[in-house]
């Protein structure tokens, strides 16, 4: 917002404002500063119990115990994944306001500590931990039951999955959320909502005992739908919650163009992305290899045939549109990747690039929804995308076979995973997000979104003008 001469509002004026603001806004600001002093008081009290739990416990980690040459190899795939927060940060903010850089960046590094906390603490134990009714986890709260080092090794690797599905939100959300909101939601995520539809899939759950009422288990191989397609659902309910950022809708619905500010940002985070994913979707064995292939041949597809759309469709060669169809077919061929020959890793970028076009346009000018990155489109849909590509194109390999081996059971398996992770997503994201939006207040005032978000929440701008 400007003052009467052209400047930022500061100082009294911003002051005035404030006091200005109905009894319970000043409430809000109110919780709002006291929240972070209840978390630090919950994160003192999670440390205590596990220390009190586990001080006495013997920690081994004898090398002759632990497959040293697998576990290499997933943590440098640990290593690679951990290292996509920087290509979500940099994509994001490429694709904002320069106003809102500081916020943005501070919500992409923040989100993921917050949820190594919270997975530590409870999600690692809900995911992986010992389950009688195939629901949720019961064993391994703060590492403590089986401290060992290959327990170690298994944790860093989920965790940086588990960030993964948080920091998604993070692109749908921005420039109006309040970083506190943004916070606490992350915990949770991190916490609850990722592990269980984790754990129904990959910890022993019931997704994955499908054979129990004559179907194959759900097949997933490193996340379409539990990493994917879970934040991008995620994402949507936050996006409805919060709403459309001031001045993206006119008053009769059509959609205005709000563009970002740094190109480069979005190629270098897309160049980053890509390099990550190789460790998203490893493997050991003979199909590290093949892991390898196709998560580079579905990606290449999916940025060539987006940017031929465009320019089919404009004229020009639209390098952003090309970075989210190569996102597109990354997280298409992230359930598949070991179930699938090189020629159907293809085939599937190919048709994630349109899926996720398409998505966009409906999401933008049908819900009327306010997506700035397009995280719903290419997480969540082309989640959905995945999680049924092997279902079609599973050929045996790793044990899994779709319809290309002749499996027509295969595909309803997956359907039925399909309809859990939108459910599970959709109505724990507006749980969550209607939460917070009741009790501390998820979005900013309209005052601080005109300012800019870095000057509002932090007062540190990410450019100095």
Not at 290 to 298: G, I
Request: hydrophobic content about 55%; charged content about 10%.
């Amino acid at each position: 917002m400007l003052d009467n001469l052209g400047g930022p509002v500061l100082g009294d004026r911003r002051e005035e404002m404030l006091a200005e603001t109905a009894p319970h806004s000043r409430n809000a600001v109110v919780l709002r500063r006291f929240l972070p002093y209840v978390i630090a008081g919950l994160f003192a009290a999670a440390l205590l119990t596990g220390y009190n739990v586990a001080f006495a416990q013997d920690i081994t980690s004898d090398a002759d115990n632990l497959d040293q040459g697998s576990n290499l190899i997933w943590m440098v795939g640990a290593f690679l994944v951990f290292f996509m927060q920087a290509g979500f940060a940099f994509l994001g903010a490429g694709l904002i306001r320069s106003k809102n850089v500081t916020n943005y960046m501070t919500k992409s590094f923040m989100d993921f500590a917050m949820a190594s906390i919270s997975f530590w603490a409870f999600g690692f134990a809900l995911m992986w931990g010992t389950s009688a009714a195939g629901i949720a986890g019961t064993t391994n709260f703060f590492l403590t039951d089986a401290a060992d080092g290959q327990t170690y090794v298994d944790w860093v690797f989920q965790m940086v999955f588990a960030g993964t599905a948080a920091t998604i939100v993070a692109g749908a959300v921005a420039e109006r959320t309040k970083t506190q909101a943004y916070l606490a939601y992350s915990f949770i995520v991190g916490a609850v909502i990722y592990p269980l539809y984790g754990h129904w899939v990959w910890g022993g759950g019931w997704l994955g005992s499908l054979e129990s009422i004559g179907l194959p288990a759900a097949a997933d191989y490193a996340g379409s739908g539990v990493v994917h397609a879970v934040g991008g659902f995620i994402a949507l309910a936050g996006a409805v919650v919060v709403g459309a950022r001031t001045g993206k809708f006119n008053a009769d619905g059509r959609p205005n163009h709000l563009p970002g500010h740094n190109v480069p940002f979005v190629i270098i985070g897309t160049f980053i992305l890509f390099f990550g994913w190789f460790g998203f979707n490893i493997n050991t064995g003979d199909s590290i290899g093949l892991n390898a292939v196709n998560t580079l041949l579905a990606g290449a597809a999916g940025a060539v045939v987006a940017l031929y759309i465009q320019l089919v469709r404009t004229g020009r060669a639209d390098i952003l549109m090309a970075c989210n169809g190569a996102l597109a077919g990354l997280v298409g061929v992230t359930a598949p990747v070991a179930f699938v020959e090189p020629w159907s890793a293809v085939l599937i970028g190919v048709i994630a690039a349109p899926i996720m076009m398409g998505s966009v346009w409906a999401i933008e000018n049908i819900l009327k929804v306010d997506d700035p990155v397009g995280a719903i489109s290419v997480h969540g849909t082309c989640g959905l995308w995945g999680i049924l590509a092997v279902g079609i194109f599973a050929n045996g390999n790793n044990g899994v076979e779709g319809l290309v081996a002749g499996n027509g059971t295969q595909i309803v398996s997956q359907l039925i995973s399909m309809g859990v992770v939108l459910a599970w997503a959709l109505v724990t994201g507006f749980a969550m997000f209607l939460l917070l939006k009741y009790t501390m207040g998820v979005r900013a005032t309209r005052e601080e979104e005109l300012q800019g978000m870095d000057l509002a929440e932090h007062d540190l701008p990410a450019y100095d003008y």
